[in-house]
């Protein structure tokens, strides 16, 4: 029988049904594993059950020679080195579209507790600061109306502009490295505009870019200063998309109004300079985690598993494979 790491402990009745075909270490403790801890508890292994934190990179793989299936619960797959896996013959799998309504849902809340400042009030409010109502007290732009800027029009991108223009009235302006079809564009109400154009004329910018090399601190500093004192940042993608550092100083000078974060550089450590401006909204990395969600992520990465090990209905054809 062929053996599979589960890396973190994930629902107990979705990865039981890895064990009617594998040996499963589910790694009942969850530890977070060290890139050592990770090799030496992929020896044997065929597959893996990759969560979006384990870095699986050429070292991982070099170690673990008879891994076969790198099977991540994430849509994102930055943490693995496809080309290094594929030249391998290791199959590459990850969870695209269970998670798209979730993932924007959860943009748009951020980008609205930035703009109508939910959390900054909410934690006044908690120290016991709300004596009296004023006029002024925690004013911020509207959301409706407003347009919005969304970088990186894939699925979750299109879903956010979706909310916005149908929900909320907002003229939408994109920017993706490729043009969506005129009809997509039209349905969406979205209109493609340069970066600089994007920076400018958005009120809210949302950010939904995969990480890559070229995609690292697509903003920083110069872009930061291209946008209106007005806007807000909602950075949904990766850490590394945006630099955390400029943000901080960005926010802290006023530069922009305000930010919300799911993601950060290093994470789950958070820049100092985040955590001491009011002006952000600050979450662990949860867009996707409602509960239906999280399960159909699980279920999928599990389907991924078994098939791309040659096992089950759909034995070598595994239903989300990250293409080479
Ligand atoms: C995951 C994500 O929660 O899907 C992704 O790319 O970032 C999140 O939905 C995270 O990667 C853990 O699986």
Not at 21 to 49: C, M, Y
Not at 91 to 112: H, I, K, Q, R, W
Not at 165 to 173: D, K, Q, R, S, T
Request: charged content about 20%; hydrophobic content about 45%.
């Amino acid at each position: 029988m062929q053996a599979v790491l589960v890396a973190r402990a994930a629902f107990s009745d979705i990865v039981d049904r890895l064990r009617a075909h594998f040996e499963v270490d589910d790694n009942p403790e969850d530890r977070v594993l060290s890139k050592a801890e990770l090799i030496a508890r992929l020896q044997g292994k065929a597959g893996i059950f990759a969560t979006g934190s384990e870095r699986i990179d050429a070292e991982v793989l070099a170690a673990c020679p008879q891994l076969r299936a790198v099977c991540n619960m994430a849509v994102g797959y930055n943490n693995i080195d496809v080309a290094a896996c594929h030249a391998r013959g290791i199959v590459v799998t990850n969870t695209p579209d269970v998670l798209t309504e979730t993932t924007a849902d959860f943009g748009f809340a951020l980008m609205m507790a930035a703009a109508r400042r939910i959390a900054e009030s909410e934690h006044s409010l908690r120290r016991g600061e709300w004596t009296k109502w004023s006029f002024d007290q925690f004013t911020g732009p509207d959301v409706h109306g407003a347009t919005l800027g969304i970088l990186g029009m894939g699925r979750i991108g299109q879903a956010i502009a979706r909310r916005g223009a149908l929900g909320f009235g907002m003229p939408v302006i994109y920017h993706n490295r490729s043009r969506l079809e005129p009809a997509i564009e039209q349905a969406l109400g979205a209109r493609y505009v340069d970066k600089p154009t994007l920076l400018r004329e958005a009120d809210h910018l949302v950010l939904v870019v995969p990480y890559s090399a070229a995609s690292h601190h697509t903003i920083g500093a110069a872009e930061l200063a291209q946008m209106k004192p007005t806007a807000t940042l909602t950075n949904i993608a990766r850490g590394g998309v945006v630099d955390d550092a400029a943000l901080a100083e960005a926010l802290k000078q006023g530069r922009i109004a305000a930010a919300g974060l799911d993601v950060f550089e290093g994470e789950p450590k958070v820049h100092p300079g985040l955590l001491a401006v009011p002006n952000v909204v600050l979450t662990p990395h949860i867009a996707s985690a409602s509960i239906a969600t999280r399960r159909a992520m699980a279920s999928l990465a599990v389907d991924n598993l078994i098939a791309s090990l040659g096992c089950g209905p759909n034995a070598g054809r595994p239903p989300t494979p990250v293409p080479g």
